[in-house]
């Protein structure tokens, strides 16, 4: 048995990063919009399942389009057919699937919530922004669990994203094996 990695596993491992990179630059930018949304709007919309409902929106469209034009570009190379990447067909598909992607990182995200909170009686969710910058902030149990919590949704969806897209939608060309 060989120890050297073939050429077909190191385009995968180079594919799995760039999609890494990609996905936190979208989650970036999906948090910022969240946060500017939220800051922009919280005094005009004092409902707060609204106002939640307003920011994450524009934050997944924002880290949809952003996570779209870099997987086009730079993250998915080796594709069967470039062409098929502009229709609307394809561009329906990619967000449908962002959107079930988002799904389970929500889902993820509250049922951490709920476990947390029945099994330590901890809710995760009472952080501010600025709280962060509060060293005491560090030391709680509930900042933690709720990193630990957003660890596991950005990786269960991350999955699903990376799936979907490398079987579904970005499909490597069919080779002749002659073995």
């Not at 060989?2 to 190191?10: F, H």
């Not at 594709?79 to 990619?94: L, M």
């Not at 509060?134 to 269960?156: I, P, Q």
């Amino acid at each position: 048995m060989s120890n050297q990695i073939s050429a077909e596993d190191k385009k995968i491992s180079k594919e799995i990063i760039r999609f890494l990179i990609t996905g936190c630059i979208c989650a970036l930018l999906d948090f910022l919009v969240c946060y500017l949304v939220n800051a922009l709007f919280k005094k005009i919309i004092t409902v707060e399942p609204i106002l939640v409902a307003l920011y994450t929106l524009c934050g997944f469209i924002v880290g949809v389009i952003a996570n779209y034009l870099l997987s086009n570009l730079w993250v998915f190379k080796n594709v069967e057919d470039k062409s098929k990447q502009k229709t609307p067909k394809f561009i329906i598909s990619f967000v449908l699937l962002s959107a079930v992607g988002w799904g389970i990182s929500f889902l993820t995200m509250y049922l951490c919530t709920i476990i947390f909170n029945n099994c330590f009686s901890i809710n995760i969710n009472n952080f501010s922004l600025t709280s962060i910058f509060d060293f005491k902030t560090w030391a709680s149990l509930a900042f933690w669990l709720f990193v630990l919590a957003f660890v596991l949704k950005t990786f269960f969806g991350m999955i699903w994203n990376y799936l979907s897209r490398k079987f579904i939608l970005y499909k490597a060309p069919k080779e002749n094996k002659h073995e």
